[in-house]
């Protein structure tokens, strides 16, 4: 509240100094008579003005800033700086040619070359900042996307899964996301495809990326990394994360086993999901709902709030209802956690 207060004032006190000078140079080209109420009218005005816009010419715009500087990748804030700084340089000569233009274009003229300028080299080095960063500091930046140490990769099972999208929010992940280009191009092909499940797939990885893209705590990007000894997806991303020493994001589980094999780490997030269950012991006591009868006869099937699929035997006769189950044994899959139980003699409907 001391910050804003200030920058009130301050920013007033600049609007009040605008208002009177305003009014000495109306005095001065003779529009209005001399009167010094008229001047401190304007003067007051001015101070109401920038006491009430304060905040919005000053830090709300910094904060936006800083909001997206912090949410900007080092290397695309770093191509920018330095394609700012190389326009810059640029422009110099042709803004000393510029100013013997005649009058008035002699001194508007190079500033807007140095503008334009500017501008550009920051468009050329942000664009083709993978290229850039290659060619000046090869082993700072390997491949568009920096020590695999530092990034991780997803593909296109965890995109469309969604759940990256809460994960990315807890601070889980400490590292940069990073989408190939390629993964990208494949989203986009099923987001096209003509059977309507497959579609709905695709154009929700899409939204999902974009919503990353804004709101994630950790960076996103987008990389054009080229994979030219396969055409597969899936061998392509084993590929590049072997490339980068990076971890490899999945739900995929052949693509987990595949990757694995060729010594690629991966970080599976139905893995995390299975860790993070609660754990129950033989004999212990769990309320579940039976919603539907299991395959082996007079069995019932109901799920726990995180998924967990409890098989009750002889609980067929109790499907809708919700009752007391004493588990008897827990078996873990590769698909996830399976709890077996049996009814107790007191069930509540």
Same mark, same amino acid.
Request: glycine share 10%.
């Given at each position: 509240m001391r910050l804003e207060l200030t920058v009130r004032i301050v920013v007033g006190l600049l609007f009040a100094f605008l208002g009177w000078q305003i009014g000495n140079a109306l005095v001065e080209l003779g529009q209005v008579p001399v009167e010094p109420r008229l001047l401190f009218g304007l003067a007051a005005a001015g101070m109401g003005l920038g006491l009430l816009l304060?905040?919005?010419?000053?830090?709300?715009?910094?904060?936006?800033?800083?909001?997206?500087?912090?949410?900007?990748?080092?290397?695309?804030?770093?191509?920018?700086?330095?394609?700012?700084?190389?326009?810059?340089?640029?422009?110099?000569?042709?803004?000393?040619?510029? *100013?013997?233009?005649?009058?008035?274009?002699?001194?508007?003229?190079?500033?807007?070359?140095?503008?334009?300028?500017?501008?550009?080299?920051?468009?050329?080095?942000?664009?083709?900042?993978?290229?850039?960063?290659?060619?000046?500091?090869?082993? %700072?930046?390997?491949?568009?996307?920096?020590?695999?140490?530092?990034?991780?990769?997803?593909?296109?099972?965890?995109?469309?899964?969604?759940?990256?999208?809460?994960?990315?929010?807890?601070?889980?992940?400490?590292? *940069?996301?990073?989408?190939?280009? %390629?993964?990208?191009?494949?989203?986009?092909?099923?987001?096209? *495809?003509?059977?309507?499940?497959?579609?709905?797939?695709?154009?929700?990885?899409l939204e999902i990326l974009s919503w990353l893209q804004r709101e994630s705590k950790v960076p996103l990007r987008i990389i054009d990394a080229e994979v030219s000894e396969t055409r597969e997806v899936d061998a392509k991303l084993v590929t590049l994360a072997r490339r980068l020493r990076a971890p490899i994001l999945t739900n995929d589980y052949n693509l987990n086993r595949v990757a694995e094999l060729q010594g690629v780490r991966v970080l599976n997030i139905n893995e995390l999901a299975n860790a993070v269950k609660t754990v129950f012991l033989p004999g212990e006591s769990m309320r579940v709902e039976v919603i539907q009868e299991g395959k082996e006869v007079g069995q019932g099937v109901g799920y726990l709030d995180d998924g967990t699929m409890v098989v009750v035997e002889n609980g067929k006769r109790y499907i809708g209802s919700r009752i007391e189950v004493v588990v008897t044994r827990v078996l873990q899959t590769v698909a996830g956690r399976m709890i077996f139980a049996q009814p107790e003699d007191r069930r509540e409907r």
């Open positions: 304060a905040p919005w010419l000053t830090i709300k715009p910094l904060f936006s800033l800083w909001r997206f500087l912090k949410r900007l990748p080092a290397r695309r804030l770093l191509a920018a700086v330095l394609g700012l700084a190389l326009g810059l340089a640029v422009s110099l000569p042709l803004a000393y040619a510029l *100013s013997f233009l005649p009058s008035p274009l002699g001194a508007v003229t190079p500033l807007l070359g140095s503008l334009a300028l500017g501008f550009l080299g920051v468009l050329i080095f942000v664009v083709r900042e993978d290229d850039i960063a290659g060619l000046i500091l090869p082993r %700072f930046f390997r491949e568009g996307a920096g020590s695999g140490e530092r990034a991780v990769i997803l593909d296109t099972s965890i995109i469309i899964d969604g759940r990256i999208k809460d994960i990315s929010q807890t601070g889980f992940i400490e590292r *940069s996301m990073l989408v190939p280009r %390629f993964v990208l191009e494949e989203l986009q092909h099923i987001a096209d *495809s003509p059977d309507t499940l497959r579609r709905n797939r695709g154009r929700r990885g």
